[in-house]
């Protein structure tokens, strides 16, 4: 067979396997959510990152490497809830997940979801070698977000797992009307506070942050405006995780037409080479991430 043959197999095989992980992730959606109430309780370990696990999160976690690991195509997979990566296959493309970003919140009944990303590389990949992102958030209506080919989609997925486009080739508004910030205001270095100070100084701009990322992020996609959990005195690297949050996060607001950074260069080019590594991570308008970096400078 000829390379260019060879190139053409590859990339239908790779445009199957994508699809196949969309469809695992919105199949198994309400499943995950379904499975919430009764596992609002702390499991036995720990995560990776030291933190504690909720039952959600191991329920959440098996049920997406089980599927997906069984997709031809993918060769690995990973989760915040994993040490180490998964060889599931010998495909070329590897799935990072959060299965359940926000688990915290189930506690006090507030919105979590579920993130992926596709790397076209082995793990710990780059942002640059993402081919797909999206994440599932639980929130009254179910939703699902999609990058892939230089656009995003959201979906509705119903309680059967079937799913409705609701709106194509989404771009973040203009005129950026939300803001939320992460950590604890003491924790925050001064240039940080000076800048969220000034953001807060615009009227037409309202505070909105509910503690968990994803919910959060999902704001700056609707309405436009800034996002960031950033550098704090007490985590210089920041509280999110590169592979599994700021990569995909990074990747869906870049192709809506945002712009994304981790102080001073997009997420997509942060160079981490662990899997479970953090970054700081500022997402929204072009206008506002810039006037974040120039104060961070």
């Known amino acids: 067979m000829a390379t260019t043959d060879i190139n053409t197999a590859e990339t239908a095989r790779d445009v199957r396997t994508i699809d196949g992980v969309v469809d695992v992730i919105a199949s198994t959606a309400p499943e995950i959510r379904t499975g919430l109430p009764g596992r609002r309780v702390t499991a036995e370990d720990e995560n990776p990152s030291g933190e504690t696990q909720m039952a959600a999160d191991v329920f ?39 299965p359940l970003d926000g688990s915290s919140n189930l506690k006090p009944n507030n919105t979590m979801g579920t993130i992926f990303a596709v790397y076209e590389a082995p793990l710990p990949a780059h942002g640059r070698d993402l081919v ?26 119903h309680d059967d797992a079937t799913r409705e486009l609701v709106r194509e080739d989404v771009t973040i508004p203009d005129e950026g009307s939300v803001y939320g910030f992460g950590g604890r205001v003491p924790d925050w270095t001064d240039d940080f506070e000076a800048f969220a100070r000034e953001v807060e100084q615009d009227p037409s701009r309202k505070l909105r942050y509910g503690g968990s990322m994803i919910g959060d992020v999902n704001q700056i996609l609707t309405y436009g405006g800034i996002f960031a959990y950033p550098t704090l005195e007490s985590a210089p690297e920041g509280k999110l995780r590169v592979q599994f949050e700021g990569y995909p996060i990074g990747y869906v607001i870049e192709t809506a037409g945002g712009a994304t950074s981790d102080g001073t260069k997009s997420l997509l080019d942060v160079d981490k080479d662990e899997l ?21 400078d």
Do not use: K
């Open 60 to 98: 959440a976690d098996d049920l997406l490497c089980e599927r997906i690991g069984a997709l031809d195509g993918v060769g690995e997979y990973a989760s915040e809830e994993r040490p180490e990566s998964v060889d599931v296959g010998t495909g070329r493309l590897s799935v990072a997940v959060d």
């Open 132 to 157: 797909a992102a999206g994440y599932v958030l639980y929130g009254p209506v179910m939703t699902m977000v999609v990058a892939r080919n230089g656009t995003v989609d959201e979906y509705v997925i």
């Open 276 to 296: 479970h590594a953090r970054t700081p991570m500022y997402v929204g308008n072009t206008d506002l991430v810039a006037m974040l970096e120039a104060a961070l």
